[in-house]
């Protein structure tokens, strides 16, 4: 049972370091979004994380605000399998808000909480749904793309 624990928190600490290589986890950066937030619903439950209390939520989520402000960063340095694991990043959210596509510096707010914004020029017009699904991931270069799924239509973007 201890080791389903520490696998469980190995995975949740990878996905926050993921998310920290990458910059802000949220629009506001004066609040820890906490492990709900930065897991999907499946992955939530699928990780057994469901199952904690809220007590126990808000514990872990105190320890990774600690962890990450500390151990995170040396990890993400030194240990093979959190740079493997940041250099592999990819992830499926939706954009919030009004999305009519890009025209150069477009700012992008995720359903996770995340902001991203237009690392290169370009212009597409979005006739889709208002709150398409995209994916985040790098392209061969190691820079990070966004694409719109329904699309197939990519862009360049950059954490904001």
């Not at 989520?61 to 399998?81: I, M, P």
């Not at 939706?94 to 999305?99: C, K, V």
Request: net charge positive; proline share 2%.
């Amino acid at each position: 049972m201890k080791n389903t624990k520490k696998r469980q928190i190995s995975l949740v600490a990878v996905i926050v370091l993921a998310g920290l290589a990458m910059g802000s986890l949220g629009a506001d950066d004066k609040a820890f979004p906490g492990v709900k937030r930065l897991m999907s619903e499946e992955d939530f439950e699928a990780s057994g994380l469901g199952k904690l209390s809220a007590e126990e939520i808000e514990a872990l989520d105190a320890w990774l605000l600690r962890y990450t402000a500390g151990d995170a960063t040396v990890l993400q340095k030194s240990n093979k399998e959190v740079r493997k694991a940041t250099e592999e990043y990819e992830f499926v959210s939706r954009i919030t808000g009004e999305f009519n596509g890009w025209s150069g510096k477009t700012v992008f707010r995720l359903e996770n909480g995340q902001v991203w914004k237009q690392r290169l020029d370009g212009r597409y017009r979005h006739r889709g749904s208002p709150n398409p699904e995209v994916r985040i991931d790098r392209n061969w270069l190691g820079f990070y793309r966004m694409t719109v799924i329904e699309s197939g239509r990519s862009v360049g973007v950059s954490p904001r």
